[in-house]
């Protein structure tokens, strides 16, 4: 079996300085925060692996529902030669779009981006064994830093699903569709999934789930602050919290202070305190309509081309091409 190519433009150091960074910027704040991205080491992926088979958290089983309707129409409008995945992860929906392209006849490469090598690593090597003859050629890297490095040969498929781009807020959506926009060609396709607003009491439900498994999630980011920078949270003085923000349009996960915290850094020499009932903003998770989706494509160089979501309007697929 050929072994797929790795290019590794984020190595642990590089995370590790990251993760500094952020948590000091964070954790001094006014209304502290951190980032998302350090909910996802081995114990928090597992854990939202288990996330996406609860009953109350839609949007993984309904985007492989719109894929698997519409794959053979993406394969067919787009032509694409080479598939390219951002945040891939299992990259196991992705073979639905991977079988469309074979199937079409144009597929020659497959290009994952993800964070973690180990994760990158393992799921490349299941593709290119379930795919004989597919070049596949992974990145690591981050999808707000690295797109510039992103190799594969038009035209090219950008796939940025699981409604990943609600964790970015607008200014960074901005900045992030304007940079997939610059690495393309005229004539090339983004597609991209978006959960779409809707009842609060149905999004809320999908973030406190009742079994708890989305707070031991939201918590495990604190374990990974204490196992990575020296840290000693407290986690069970935390609760997990998830709010439906209507201005914004999106939910908000926090962690709340039952009672007063206070913990020591180690790695930023940092001593950070909690009042009773203060919260740590972890992640935002916004959701969209399609009209605002279309604006914030069409201004950075994109034309909407298709939009899919299922019979109950709760997720959409949207595909893009950038404008010649």
Request: proline share 5%; glycine share 8%.
């Amino acid at each position: 079996m050929t072994e797929p190519v790795l290019d590794v433009h984020l190595t642990p150091e590089d995370a590790a300085s990251a993760l500094r960074a952020e948590a000091r910027a964070g954790l001094t704040a006014p209304r502290k925060w951190v980032s998302p991205k350090w909910f996802y080491d081995a114990v928090g992926s597992g854990l939202f692996e288990e996330i996406t088979r609860l009953p109350e958290y839609y949007p993984t089983r309904v985007e492989r529902e719109i894929l698997v309707a519409r794959a053979d129409e993406i394969a067919r409008t787009t032509g694409a030669h080479a598939l390219v995945e951002l945040g891939s992860g299992s990259s196991e929906k992705t073979r639905l779009l991977l079988d469309a392209l074979r199937a079409h006849g144009t597929l020659r490469e497959f290009v994952p981006l993800d964070v973690s090598a180990a994760a990158l690593t393992d799921a490349a090597r299941r593709v290119t064994a379930a795919y004989p003859g597919l070049r596949v050629h992974g990145v690591v890297g981050d999808f707000t830093e690295h797109l510039g490095l992103l190799p594969g040969a038009p035209p090219r498929l950008v796939a940025f699903l699981g409604g990943t781009i609600g964790n970015l807020i607008p200014e960074e959506r901005e900045k992030f569709l304007t940079s997939v926009r610059d690495v393309l060609e005229p004539g090339e396709w983004l597609l991209l999934g978006t959960d779409l607003v809707k009842d609060p009491e149905v999004l809320v439900r999908a973030y406190d789930d009742a079994r708890g498994v989305t707070a031991e999630f939201n918590r495990n980011v604190l374990r990974v602050l204490n196992r990575e920078l020296g840290a000693d949270f407290d986690e069970l003085a935390f609760r997990h919290v998830a709010l439906w923000n209507p201005e914004q349009e999106w939910i908000e996960m926090r962690l709340r202070a039952s009672r007063p915290v206070r913990a020591h850094v180690a790695a930023l020499g940092l001593d950070v305190e909690f009042a009773e009932g203060e919260e740590l903003r972890t992640e935002v998770s916004a959701k969209f309509r399609r009209e605002g989706v279309a604006r914030e494509l069409t201004a950075a160089g994109f034309e909407l081309h298709r939009w899919w979501t299922d019979p109950g309007e709760r997720f959409a697929l949207s595909l893009a091409r950038v404008v010649g």
